[in-house]
Every structure is written in C-alpha cells, then in structure tokens.
C-alpha cells in the first residue's frame, strides 16, 4: 500500500496570505489527524477528521481549519499566515474508529516571511 | 489532559551500546503508548506500540519497550546501537476514550550514534 502522501513538500508565503495544505490518507484508512512541528512548541495536535466530521480538536486560533472528503482525503487551511505559523506540518492516518496507530506522511514545511 | 516525559533530550551512545531512551505517562488509566522516530527531513516512522496486556512490545529496527504501570514509564530499549539509529525519537500517547485520534507527544529524545 502507498503511505501517506502530503503536497506542496514545502511552501514559502508572506505574511497575511492563506494557504491550503494537502493530505491523502493511507488506502482505506478513514481517520486523518493533524499537527505541527515546532522547535519551540514541539508536535501540537490540530485536528482530527472521522467520516468527513470534525472528532477532536486542538487549542489553535480559528484561523486554522481543516476538512475531509468522501474520499478521506483531507486538507487544511491557514489564513492570514503569521511568522510563527511556521513549521513542519504533519498528516496522519488511521485506519479506524477504533484503531490508535498512526501512520504520518513525511511532512509540508511552510516558511512565513 | 494526557501528558508524556521524556528525560534527556539528547542521549549519545557508542556505537555497539545498549540505547536507553525514557518516557513516562502520565494517566490513571493505562493508554495507548507509541514509539516514533523522526529522520531529518521526514516525517514520524512508527517503531512500536503498546495496545494490550502483553508488556513487553517489540518493534521494528531490533527495538522493544516495556510498559510498566507501577511505574508509569514506556522506555525504549536497543541492546546494540548501530549508526542508521541516529535520529529523534518520540514517545506518543493516546486516550482510550474521547480523545481518540489525537496522539499527546514527549518533546523527543535526539539519539547521536558515535563511531
């Protein structure tokens, strides 16, 4: 099976723009979490999407949206980008409700300048 | 809220050495442990997991954890460090209830090999 694939790999945007990163989950898996890698914050759960719903979700501003689609694909948004939006942005994925391994793509690095 | 310790940021073995790299949990309730590792540049490879009764978990890599509730720890064990096991590692957790999806992360263990 392929893993877990994200576009861009990496991305560089200005202060004040938005942008939409891209994750395709494991064949069959439906759940798709979320997070960011900072040196300072370390890996920060976003949120998680089941079945195309919002399940959880972490303590980051309203700027940062997600969703998912039929397909399980799932993509996230950040609008009006601030220096420490910053980082490694990690896509996961897992198979079911009821299962608890996650399996990580390799990664969108977003630059803010 | 779960939380996950993980002492010693950096660890430095030779190479040949047994590698040892601490996380404890913190919960009443036993959760779901996880061992990840992060090469530069990439993203988090599972290494092992502990989902039942049996504590002793062995990954992949020659590495294995125990769980140990008394003591509320998951630490990694490798009896022999090879050069390719130079990376940061990650204790993970997760809830076995509400919060299921959503993995509480140690702030990682960076693992320097020596010749």
């Known amino acids: 099976k392929a893993g877990v694939t994200q576009t861009p790999r990496y991305l560089i945007k200005t202060r004040g723009q938005q942008v939409t990163l891209s994750c395709s989950p494991i064949s069959g898996h439906r759940s798709v979490s979320w997070y960011q890698q900072t040196p300072g914050q370390g890996l920060q759960f976003l949120f998680e999407?089941?079945?195309?719903?919002?399940?959880n979700k972490g303590n980051f501003p309203g700027r940062f949206s997600g969703r998912q689609f039929s397909n399980s694909r799932s993509e996230m948004n950040v609008s009006t980008l601030e220096l420490g939006d910053s980082a490694l942005y990690l896509c996961?994925?897992?198979?079911?409700?009821?299962?608890?391994?996650?399996?990580f793509g390799p990664g969108t690095r977003l630059t803010v300048t | 809220a779960q939380s996950v310790t993980q002492l010693g940021s950096h660890v430095s073995v030779s190479e040949g050495a047994l590698v040892l790299l601490r996380c404890n949990y913190s919960s009443s309730v036993p959760p779901y442990l996880f061992w990840y590792v992060q090469y530069p540049n990439q993203g988090l490879q599972l290494l092992l997991k502990y989902t039942s009764a049996a504590t002793l978990v062995k990954g992949i890599n020659g590495f294995e954890a125990e769980f140990k509730k008394s003591e509320t720890s998951f630490h990694l064990t490798k009896p022999s460090a090879h050069m390719s096991d130079a990376a940061e590692y990650f204790c993970?957790?997760?809830?076995?209830?509400?919060?299921?999806?959503?993995?509480?992360f140690g702030r990682g263990t960076q693992l320097t090999v020596w010749p």
């Open positions: 996961a994925s897992s198979s079911s409700g009821s299962s608890y391994e996650q399996y």
């Open positions: 999407y089941f079945s195309e719903t919002q399940r």
């Open positions: 993970a957790v997760t809830d076995r209830g509400s919060t299921l999806g959503r993995l509480y």
